[in-house]
């Protein structure tokens, strides 16, 4: 891999993340209980894209749509 292809990868600040954190601990433990967790994925999914950038025309190409 090419460092300037690297380069192109954002990475999102450390601190962009506090959304994220609680909804992937809630996930684990309802997933350890035997619950459903498709919510819980789905919200995990929408904060993803929005920390990295992702539209809804981006989001459509990937799932298929």
């Known amino acids: 891999c ?6 192109q990868i954002p990475i999102p600040d ?3 993340d506090q959304e994220i954190t609680p909804l992937v ?4 433990a309802r997933k350890a ?3 459903e967790v498709a ?3 789905a919200a995990i999914d929408g904060a993803v894209c ?3 950038g992702v539209g809804a ?3 459509g190409m990937v799932e298929g749509k």
């Open 50 to 52: 929005r920390l990295f």
């Open 39 to 41: 919510d819980l994925e």
């Open 14 to 16: 450390r601190r962009d």
């Open 33 to 35: 209980a035997g619950g």
């Open 25 to 28: 601990q809630a996930l684990l």
């Open 57 to 59: 025309g981006e989001i």
């Open 2 to 7: 090419k460092p300037m292809y690297v380069g």
